[in-house]
């Protein structure tokens, strides 16, 4: 079989990780080493900027500035938010086919895999020799088939260690302390704040994920029993967290904007932080109350950065080229854990993945005290990643009270 000669061209989309760069870069350098590659592009604004022709040569970048770009948090290409529908799709196609591209790796979440889907498409419509291949990029970790998707790693080990940080301030100056972690329809990354204890009475005391409704009485009669108990308390909170009909709590406060994908808008705003903060003081009388929106502080945190999730990301660029001229093959790289920790990589058909959310498995969540299994433990605990650090408490006695005994 004649091999398919032409130009390769990546792209990042949606929201930014820690570690997609390394996906691209993983992309670029392994793509140099086929001779059937011409040229390699890389769209700057992700499938906006296919259809502006904002097209990089990466071929002239040094191998030296591609490194230290993988290592760099976000995206190098820059993104986009535009949700292509199949007009916006066939545009993107009439560009790649302008340009000879020949090879098509799209770096993204859920929405990317699916315009990977149409784009493949179109172009066997079209009887377009062209490869394309989704390489899966998410912080929420919700891609069907995937164990865990590149960037969640470092989010979690951000948003563990941000709550460890807190944990420790929570204890010194005692309250209610409730932080709101991204997760529209899943609840991993709320659920690695609780990846930092290390003491029975360690916060996050509650936590609460989409996978499970919410309802502000029990909430409420939560934080009650457990500031009795510890003279504190620590809550995690997926932004989107839903009552019993599925309306998202942010909505009974916020009304309904909606972002580009038209889904409401959860993130960029302390709201549903401030919402919860004021349940608690007024109906619990308690004064010391706080509330944190941690926002874009997880997806792109410098200098906090899981080692193996920024191997892992590097590796699935690579696989991608390599799936698609050494087997000349379209799909979706994922990610399997084997072992006690070691992963595998295939090629799944992007129809399994494209536009459809994973959730938290029932065994991670541990419904009756709003709060993670050990078995979410065991498998968070990994992609953090090495050099995670442990909080140390003072031992020494407490001195006998000679006057307010």
């Known amino acids: 079989m004649a091999k398919l000669v032409g130009k390769v061209l990546v792209a990042q989309g949606g929201g930014p990780t820690a570690v997609i760069n390394q996906s691209m870069v993983g992309v670029v350098i392994e793509a140099r080493k086929f001779t059937e590659v011409s040229r390699i592009y890389g769209a700057v604004g992700g499938v906006r900027g296919i259809i502006d022709e904002e097209l990089m040569d990466l071929t002239q970048e040094t191998t030296h500035n591609l490194e230290r770009v993988a290592a760099t948090p976000a995206s190098a290409l820059h993104s986009t938010r535009d949700k292509p529908d199949a007009e916006y799709c066939q545009q993107i196609f009439k560009v790649l086919k302008a340009h000879d591209v020949r090879y098509f790796f799209y770096i993204g979440g859920n929405d990317s895999s699916d315009t990977v889907r149409i784009v493949n498409q179109n172009a066997a419509d079209a009887g377009y020799e062209l490869r394309c291949v989704h390489i899966p990029k998410t912080i929420d970790n919700d891609l069907l088939i995937n164990d865990h998707t590149p960037g969640f790693g470092s989010a979690a080990r951000f948003v563990s260690l941000a709550f460890m940080g ?138 906090c950065v899981s080692d193996v999730d920024a191997h892992e990301a590097r590796e699935v660029g690579e696989k991608a080229v390599q799936y698609a001229l050494w087997d000349d093959v379209d799909g979706s790289v994922s990610i399997h854990r084997t072992g006690d920790y070691s992963v595998d990589y295939k090629l799944t058909a992007i129809e399994e993945i494209a536009g459809k959310t994973r959730h938290m498995p029932d065994e991670f969540i541990n419904a009756e005290a709003n709060n993670v299994t050990s078995a979410f433990y065991r498998y968070c605990r990994p992609l953090v990643g090495s050099g995670f650090p442990s909080p140390y408490r003072l031992r020494a006695p407490r001195v006998a009270k000679l006057l307010n005994d």
Not at 256 to 275: K, Y
């Open 166 to 303: 807190v944990n420790q301030d929570n204890r010194a100056l005692p309250g209610v302390y409730i932080g709101v972690v991204m997760g529209r329809h899943a609840g991993f990354l709320t659920a690695a704040s609780a990846i930092g204890r290390t003491c029975e009475d360690d916060g996050p005391h509650l936590v609460y994920v989409p996978e499970r409704h919410f309802d502000t009485d029990k909430f409420l009669g939560d934080v009650d029993r457990i500031y009795k108990k510890h003279g504190r308390c620590m809550v995690a909170v997926s932004e989107g967290i839903s009552d019993k009909d599925g309306t998202p709590i942010m909505v009974q406060l916020a009304g309904e904007e909606r972002d580009a994908h038209g889904n409401v808008q959860l993130s960029g705003v302390g709201a549903l932080g401030d919402l919860l903060a004021d349940k608690v003081k007024t109906s619990l009388k308690i004064k010391r109350v706080r509330a944190d929106t941690l926002g874009y502080l997880q997806r792109s945190f410098m200098g």
